[in-house]
Nanobody
């Protein structure tokens, strides 16, 4: 059974940092393209960024470039989203997702087979 479990969310003041983790079971994340998404209340789910299946390339939406960093620890079968300089507009539920059929790059919309349950990030002003 495949499971993705996010952790690390919480309440932080603007300008602060959080690191989200996405731990997998039933999947080998080192061979899979992984994405991070977020959904704020009343808004559509948004692609935040991702890391390709080989782990050599990362991709970010413009609003988080320079502030967020995605990495992978193959030994722990975990993908991370390091979030620095957080802003109130970063407040959302954050999800990780696995795109097992994607060989190149990271999709921004479709192509994800498995999703985590989400973790809440709240940034206060």
């Amino acid at each position: 059974q495949v499971q993705l479990v996010e952790s690390g969310g919480g309440l932080v003041q603007a300008g602060g940092s959080l690191r989200l983790s996405c731990a997998a079971s039933g999947l080998t994340l080192s061979a899979i393209a992984m994405g991070w998404f977020r959904q704020a209340p009343g808004k559509e789910r948004e692609f935040v960024g991702g890391i390709n299946r080989r782990g050599g390339s990362t991709y970010y939406t413009d609003s988080v470039k320079g502030r967020f960093t995605i990495s992978r620890d193959n030994a722990k079968n975990t993908v991370y989203l390091q979030m620095n300089s957080l802003k109130p507009e970063d407040t959302a539920v954050y999800y990780c997702a696995a795109a097992t059929g994607i060989r190149n790059g990271v999709p921004e919309r479709s192509g994800y087979d498995y999703w985590g349950q989400g973790t809440q990030v709240t940034v206060s002003s």
